[in-house]
C-alpha cells in the first residue's frame, strides 16, 4: 500500500511515492509554476507522473491559508494561486481519496510520528523556508484551531515594522526567513565584494545558501548575520512557549540547514525573552530530522489513514 504525498512551496514542488512507514520510494521535484493556470494543474501533473495501481491516496501541504476540510488553497502570501479547490481536483481526477491541508501541518505531524519529536505530546514545528511556517501538533493530531492555526510566521513582532508579502507589517518573517537571509547575504556582498559570501556567490546574485555556507567555513560576518537572525527567531519562540509550553520545538526548511551556528544565538535569545525562563524547564529546540521531505512525508502518511472510497 502506498500514497503520494505532494509539498506545494513557496519557490519549488515536490511529489513522492510513500510507503505506509513514511519510507519515500520515488520523488519529484520540480520549480514551482509561477502563473494561477500552472498553480492548480502543477501538483495534479507531478501526482500523474507517480501514480501506481496500488496507490491508495493522496496528500497535499500548501504552503498558505488552506480551510479545512474542504481542502482549498484560500490564499497563500509566497504562492501564486488564489483559491484553489485542491482536495476536489485531486478527487475529480484520480478517483481516490485525497487530504490538503497547510505544507508545515503535514511536516509537524511527520516529525512528530517518526522524526525529531517522536512520543513527544504538545509539539511545534517552525519551518524556515521563504517565510516562516508553522505546525502544532498535539497528543498526535494536528491542532487547527477554527481553520488556519499555526500561521506563526505572520505573528507581529515589531509593531509598524518592514511590509511583509502578506500586505501587514513588522511580521516575524520579515526579520528571520529564506527571503530575508537572501536579502542579507545580497547585502553582504554588495558592501564586501572581497568577503566569503561574495566570491561563493561568484558571478550570480548571491543567497541565503552562500551566506551559510560561508558562516559554516568560519567566515565572522557571515556567523553574526545568522547569529542576529537568531535572536530574532528566539524573540518570536518566547512568544510560542508562552502560549503553547511545547515539550518540544522542531526547527527544519532550508535556512535551518546552518544548524548551531543559527540555533545556539536562538536558544540564548529565546530563554532571554520567554517569561518565567528561571522557573519552567528548558525547552528543547531541535533539528528537524527529516529535512525538506517532512511535508512531503507527511501529507503521505495521512492519506494513507483516508477512508477508501
Ligand atoms: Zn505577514
Not at 482549498?72 to 478517483?95: C, H, M, Q, T, Y
Not at 557571515?222 to 527567531?233: I, K, T
Not at 546552518?258 to 532571554?272: C, N, V, Y
Request: proline share 4%; charged share 20%; aromatic share 4%.
Amino acid at each position: 500500500m502506498k500514497t503520494i504525498g505532494i509539498d506545494l512551496g513557496g519557490t519549488k514542488m515536490s511529489a513522492g511515492l510513500v510507503e505506509k512507514s513514511g519510507t519515500i520510494l520515488e520523488k519529484v521535484t520540480v520549480a514551482r509554476p509561477s502563473d494561477d493556470v500552472g498553480m492548480a494543474e502543477g501538483p495534479l501533473e507531478l501526482a500523474s507522473k507517480l501514480m501506481q495501481s496500488d496507490v491508495t491516496g493522496i496528500g497535499l501541504g500548501a504552503a498558505g491559508l488552506v480551510s479545512w476540510p474542504e481542502g482549498r488553497l484560500v490564499w497563500g502570501p509566497n504562492v501564486a494561486g488564489r483559491s484553489i479547490p485542491f482536495k476536489a481536483l485531486l478527487e475529480d481526477r484520480f478517483g481516490l481519496p485525497a487530504v490538503v491541508d497547510n505544507d508545515a501541518n503535514f511536516a509537524a505531524l511527520a516529525e512528530s510520528r517518526i522524526g525529531a519529536a517522536r512520543n513527544r505530546h504538545t509539539v511545534l514545528l517552525v519551518t524556515l523556508g521563504t517565510g516562516i511556517g508553522g505546525g502544532i501538533v498535539i497528543g498526535g493530531e494536528i491542532y487547527r484551531g477554527a481553520s488556519f492555526a499555526g500561521e506563526v510566521g505572520h505573528m507581529v513582532v515589531d509593531v509598524g515594522g518592514p511590509r511583509c508579502t502578506c500586505g501587514q507589517r513588522g511580521c516575524w518573517e520579515t526579520f528571520a526567513s529564506g527571503r530575508r537571509l537572501d536579502q542579507i547575504a545580497r547585502d553582504i556582498a554588495a558592501t564586501n565584494p572581497a568577503g566569503l559570501t561574495a566570491r561563493l556567490a561568484g558571478e550570480g546574485p548571491a543567497s541565503g545558501t552562500h551566506l551559510t555556507e560561508a558562516a559554516i567555513q568560519g567566515d565572522a560576518q557571515a556567523e553574526q548575520s545568522l547569529a542576529e537572525m537568531g535572536a530574532w527567531l528566539g524573540i518570536g519562540l518566547a512568544s510560542l512557549i508562552a502560549l503553547l509550553d511545547p515539550h518540544v520545538i522542531v526547527v527544519g526548511g532550508g535556512v535551518s540547514r546552518a544548524g548551531d551556528i543559527l540555533l545556539e544565538p536562538t536558544r540564548r535569545s529565546m530563554r532571554a525573552a520567554v517569561e518565567g525562563s528561571t522557573l519552567r524547564g528548558p525547552t528543547s529546540l531541535v533539528s528537524a530530522a527529516l529535512g525538506e521531505d517532512a511535508g512531503l512525508v507527511g501529507a503521505g502518511l495521512v492519506a494513507a489513514e483516508l477512508p477508501r472510497g
